[in-house]
Structures are given as C-alpha cells and as structure tokens.
C-alpha cells in the first residue's frame, strides 16, 4: 500500500466504483459503506466506501470523506502480497484480515483500530488500518489517499448508494414481511390441520379403546368359560376316576366273597367224604384182622333165585329202570 496516486487518476477510480465508467467490468463492483472513528479524534466520524471487483484479493479501492472532503486510493493485488510477506502472514489469511477490518463493520468492532492523518491543505491524507491484540497492535496496511477536486459530488454519490442500498433494503424487508405472511398463513393452516388431526387420532383413541375394551371383556368371558369348561372335566374325570375306583374295588370284594363261598363249600363237602374213607380202612382192617369166614352169600342167592316166584323178575326191572331217573332228579 503506501500507493501514491494523482488526484484525476483517483478521481477515475472512485467513478469506476462507483459505476459511472463503461468497459472493464466496472458495472460489476461490488461496494460497502461503513462508519469509522479514528484513534486520533474518537468523536470525529467519517465514512469508508470499499469497492472490489470479484474477490477482496484482487486489489480494492476506497473512499473515505468527512461529508466536507473526500478522499480516495487504489490498493492492486501486488501491494496486498507484498504486505502479507512483510508481515510474514499468509496471503489467504491477510486477505480474511482484511475482509473483516474494512467491510465487516460492526461485527469487528473494537478489534481494528483506524488511523487518519491529514496534511495542512487537505490535498492528501494517510489512512492505516491495524489488528488489536492484547499488548498492543500491528499493522495490517496502510495507503496515501488523494483529495478528491468535487466533494460535493462524493457526498452525493455516497447519499445515493446509501438511498439505493436502503432501497435494496426496503424492497428485501417486503419481500421477507410477504413471505413471513405467507409462512405465516400456511403455518395457520397447518395448525388448523394439526388441531383436526388431534381431535381426529384421540376420537381414533377413543374408538379403538371403546372395541379394544369389548375384545378384552368377550376374551375375559372366554377365558372365564373354558376355565370353567377345564374344571368340570377335570372334575368330571376325578368323578370317573372315583368311579372306576370303586367299580374295581366292588368287584374285588365280590370276587373275594365268591372265592371265600367256594373254599367253604369245598371244606363243607371234604369231611363227609374224607369219614367215608376213614370208615372203609376201618372195617377194611377189621375185616383183615378177624379169622376167616365163608360167605354164605352164594348159596343164599341160588337159593333165592331157585325159589323166586314167577313175578319177581318184572318188579326188579321196573325198580332198576327207576334208580337213574332218580338220580337225574337229584
């Protein structure tokens, strides 16, 4: 920086930034006004216009004006890579430096200092913008800005741009305020959509907890109904358990009556033919133990048959066919 410049060449340039000029590109500038004070008069206040094609880096110029002078330079893309190096800063980074000393504005308030200083005649000023820190500050730059021959046109132009920026303003708060009316008007919609909703999902609720009850109450009778239904089988198959029991336990009782009537019969009938036995050994030993003896028997038999009369034979045929039919009977 440190660019000494003539007062028609600045002249030319503060046009171009301010678009007066034609060829170059110039209508593509792009500008910022801010309000400053330097540390040598806090309470005077001036008025830095910065004007940049493209990008910050490739060079800017300025206009800086008291409403009564103006004054004005040119800064290129050499001066500002010279400045990064001498103070060993990378260009990158000097350049963001530089964005927030001279278009920030307010947001960098307090953490740049500006320093102005004039000549007698007040054909030329030496303005120099440096970065507080907390023992102190250093320098980002500085330049020699030339006296501007018509200030009044300076103002003028400056009370424009701040008229059309204001306009721009304007225009963009109207257009915000419509389309907060209209965010504003859907958001109405959709919280009158949203209060349906609400009413529509607890009517929902209710509905689905109304059928929700009366599943669970028949579901409750079902379960009721067959934990009834399980305990009159369970009951039901106890009773035939019981019954079966005592069916079986009956049975055996009477089969152990029959059992205990059959033993006694048998020892009933034992003894009388047990005695029988008993007595024929008896005699039977009597008979072997006693002398001999001569059965008479014969004898007496062919005497009967030799004196039986004629009729005797017809009564014992009769009495023997008699005899079996008898005992058939019996």
Known sequence: MGRDGGADAAL???????????????????????????????????????????????GFSLLLSDCQCAWTG????????????????????????????????????????????????????????????????????????????????????????????????????????????RLFSNWSDVEKRLEKCVEAKEELEADLYSRFVLVLNEKKAKIRNLQKLLSEARESAVDAKCSRDSIAATQMVIKRENNYDASTDEESENPAGASLPSALERRDSSLLASPDIVDPAPRRKRRQRAAKPAGTGAKVAAYEAEQPAQEKMV
């Open 74 to 181: 040119k800064v290129s893309e050499a001066d500002i890579s010279r400045e990064a190096a001498d103070i060993e800063m990378d260009r990158e980074k000097y350049v963001e430096e530089l964005r927030k000393a001279l278009i920030a504005g307010e947001e960098s308030a307090g953490k740049y200092n500006f320093v102005i200083s004039r000549d007698e005649q007040n054909k030329a000023c030496h303005f120099s913008y440096e970065r507080n820190l907390k023992d102190g500050s250093f320098r980002l730059g500085s330049l020699k800005l030339q006296e501007v021959p018509s200030p009044a046109e300076v103002v003028k132009e400056l009370i424009g741009y701040c008229l059309d920026s204001l306009g721009k303003l304007q225009a963009k708060t109207e257009h915000l305020q419509r389309e907060n009316e």
């Open 12 to 58: 030319i340039g503060w046009r171009g930034a301010g678009g007066s000029g034609g060829a170059g590109g110039i209508g593509k500038m792009e500008k910022t006004l801010n309000r400053i004070h330097p540390v040598s008069d806090p309470e005077a206040t001036y008025f830095l216009q910065v004007s940049w094609e493209k990008d910050l880096g490739t």
